[in-house]
């Protein structure tokens, strides 16, 4: 296979975001895109073959599709394109319950390559953060990511139950769930939560979350859209340092902090009435669209392996499954 030939299903703001990218890499060949809009379609007519229909799109000569459709839609079309033998990229979450993941990996053969757009993973500070937080020297984990509302033009098919699903876990805090996830190495059986409505909506605003991991790391994490100011930030306390990640500067708005940032709390140093010397790095460049795409080509020419891939993806959204059975409101 000398390129990858692409269809793309949706293209709202991640949707056009992938076709850009997918145009500039020499091992992709985007050929096909496909959505229900018609102004949106306008756009790419005289570059590919368009379509309102994506069953039409799954029949051309496409090698694997690219799915950037809202959540409660992702499950269906991504099996569809797996039926067909395509290789397929679903944009998280794979679905709005665990069995929508694993429908989606019942239909995989050997042969093809599933990856889960977790692209939070491959953010360029978050990368570096790693060189500084070994999984055997992690004690603890305390994450906030949240937002002023759910409301906002390009966000409101969210706030739609046939489309969104639920709520702002799996709308954002799933990011920050899978992060402690890979930082952690480790599954998390023990899980504890407090859901809340504090708009009204059946889609939850406010989710408190306690976990533990398997061999005993701890992690507290705050997905909210009630929150007040944007937020992302992630603090990882090992033995003989502390880890901190704040800033989203891949976010279109810049309003989750920017640039990016991590800062290393060294503890071996002296310190000054509990205060070690803290060093900051920031990061103006966000890659992670990018590095993301590279490695499901990798995957496909190379047989690379995924590192976001659909059995990672199920592990996330068993640990979000038990989250929603702390929500009353049903």
């Not at 929508?100 to 019942?106: E, M, P, Q, R, T």
């Not at 979350?209 to 790391?217: D, K, N, R, T, Y």
């Not at 993806?313 to 049903?330: F, Q, R």
């Amino acid at each position: 296979m000398d390129k990858i030939k692409v269809g793309i299903i949706g293209l709202g703001r991640v949707g056009a975001l992938r076709y850009d990218l997918l145009s500039k890499d020499d091992r992709f060949d985007v050929v096909a895109v496909c959505d229900t809009k018609d102004a949106l379609l306008a756009k790419y007519s005289h570059d590919v073959r368009v379509y309102s229909n994506y069953k039409y799109l799954l029949r051309n000569d496409v090698d694997a599709v690219f799915v950037c459709v809202p959540h409660t839609l992702t499950p269906k079309i991504s099996i569809e394109a797996l039926k067909r033998g395509l290789h397929v990229f679903l944009e998280k979450p794979p679905g709005v319950f665990l069995a929508d993941a694993k429908a989606i990996k019942s239909y995989i053969n050997n042969n093809q390559k599933v990856q889960v757009g977790f692209n939070h993973r491959y953010m360029t500070h978050v990368c570096a953060a790693k060189a500084y937080a070994s999984p055997k020297d992690i004690l603890w984990m305390k994450g906030t990511y949240g937002r002023t509302t759910m409301s906002g033009e390009q966000e409101q098919w969210r706030e739609i139950k046939a489309l969104g699903g639920r709520g702002i876990l799996i709308s954002q805090g799933l990011h920050m769930i899978d992060l402690m996830r890979m930082f952690a190495e480790d599954e998390f059986p023990n899980v504890y939560a407090i859901v809340k409505h504090y708009q009204g909506k059946w889609n939850e605003d406010n989710v408190m979350i306690l976990m533990e991991s398997a061999h005993g790391i701890s992690a507290m994490m705050h997905s909210s859209c009630v929150i007040g100011k944007n937020t992302f930030q992630l603090e990882i306390k090992c033995k003989r340092r502390t880890v901190k990640i704040n800033g989203l500067g891949m976010s279109s708005t810049k309003s989750y902090g920017y640039p990016d940032e991590i800062t290393i709390l060294d503890e071996e140093d002296e310190c000054f009435i509990g205060n070690p010397p803290a060093c900051t790095t920031y990061f103006g460049d966000n890659n992670s669209w990018k590095w993301e795409i590279d490695n499901f080509a990798r995957a496909i020419l190379n047989n690379d392996p995924i590192q976001n891939n659909i059995d990672s993806a199920i592990k996330t959204m068993e640990i979000v499954e038990e989250v929603y059975k702390y929500d009353n409101s049903n």
